[in-house]
């Protein structure tokens, strides 16, 4: 799930954004994925989101992204390229 998190990241654009806006992002490409269970297509689960991002092993751990001011977060240079790499190989999915 943490490339869902880095494709949805990479499709917002430049950042930084705002943590809310990844997570409704994630959603809406993702909902099977990043939907509250039981209403996966009408409402996200930002708790699916921000656990991902979390921790030495999350996004934000591993190098994809970094966090900036106020919670906002941005994707690295090394996500982007992953991020490329991961929609030439597998159209985003």
């Known amino acids: 799930m943490r490339?869902?998190?880095v494709l949805a990241l990479a499709s917002m654009g430049p950042?930084?954004?705002d943590v809310n806006a990844l997570v409704v992002a994630a959603w809406k490409r993702?909902?099977?994925s990043f939907g509250l269970r039981g209403y996966e297509s009408t409402y996200p689960d930002s708790g699916r989101v921000l656990s991902k991002?979390?921790?030495s092993d999350g996004v934000c751990g591993t190098g994809f992204c970094a966090r900036?001011?106020?919670g906002r977060i941005r994707l690295t240079p090394y996500g982007a390229m992953r991020a490329r790499q991961m929609e030439a190989e597998h159209g985003g999915r």
Do not use: M
């Open 53 to 55: 991002l979390a921790g």
């Open 3 to 5: 490339a869902r998190i």
């Open 15 to 17: 950042g930084p954004h």
């Open 68 to 70: 900036v001011d106020g």
């Open 30 to 32: 993702f909902p099977e």
